[in-house]
């Protein structure tokens, strides 16, 4: 039978601004990437974030970003490659002392938005923090886009890794994700997110927006969990995975 990871991120709430539906996703999802208090969440959110996810028995993860609240992490920030170390460090350890209070194993790192990017096809950026998590963790799995930079930097220090793909969003020919910015970036039909992944899982392959079919590795699946859809987004893609055979569970 193929498995198949179902992962969210959410904690992105701070202070008096709350965002994404994350208890009512926690029903259908297998993984947790809860945001560290750089691009959004605080400390609060974290700590509730994480007893969600223990009380729904999901798997728990660390997604650093860069320090950018106002705009979500999206937008690049020049860093050396030690700060960026210094940067997943700061991070991950925040999230892992809230996972320590409420005896929660984490399970991975994933980094979020223009870090998440920037590491998939930058070795000096997919290197520092592969190193980060390894030296914080070294059972940890690191999470990255599949094909990319950060999964083979995971690799080379020793970690295990996640190939990772999106329900919700459209590919460039290269494999790459389609840049937000463009009109098509994003998949709203349910149905369509849907088959792109049944396809991805069982035919190894993706359709990139000029029609060209691209060889991909899935091993986990990601949901925004701000999408307007995202609820309706995880309970149809479980079950879509359940019907199709695929057994949908966490790495642990």
């Known amino acids: 039978m193929k498995y198949m990871d179902l992962n969210c991120d ?7 601004y709350t965002f994404g539906a ?3 996703l926690l029903e259908h999802i297998t993984s947790a990437n809860i945001a560290c208090g750089s691009h959004a969440g605080e ?3 974290m700590d509730r974030t994480v007893q969600l996810a223990k009380q729904y028995h999901v798997a728990v993860g660390a997604h650093p970003g860069f320090p950018d609240i106002a705009g979500f992490g999206r937008r690049m920030i020049e860093f050396s490659p030690d700060e960026i170390y210094r940067l997943v460090v700061y991070q991950v350890g925040a999230l892992q002392a809230f996972c320590k209070i409420h005896n929660v194993r984490m399970q991975h790192v994933k980094p979020h938005g223009a870090l ?7 070795r000096d950026t997919a290197d520092a923090i592969a190193r980060a998590v390894y030296d914080l963790d070294d059972s940890l799995i690191l999470y990255g886009l599949a094909g990319g930079e950060l999964l083979d930097a995971g690799r080379a220090v ?7 793909v999106f329900v919700d969003r459209t590919y460039q020919p290269d494999g790459s994700l389609t840049p937000r910015k463009h009109a098509n970036a994003m998949i709203d039909d349910l149905d369509i997110a849907v088959a792109q992944v049944e396809r991805m899982v069982n035919e190894g392959v993706v359709k990139a927006i000029n029609g060209e079919l691209v060889a991909i590795e899935a091993d986990t699946v990601c949901i925004h969990g701000d999408g ?12 879509a995975l359940k019907a199709a055979h695929i057994n949908v569970k966490s790495f642990l």
């Open 43 to 45: 400390p609060n959110v």
């Open 10 to 16: 959410m904690g992105e709430s701070f202070g008096a």
């Open 158 to 164: 020793g970690l295990r890794v996640a190939s990772e």
């Open 22 to 24: 994350d208890e009512q």
């Open 228 to 239: 307007p859809h995202a609820v309706s987004f995880a309970g149809k893609l479980s079950h």
């Open 116 to 122: 998440y990017n920037v590491a998939g096809h930058d």
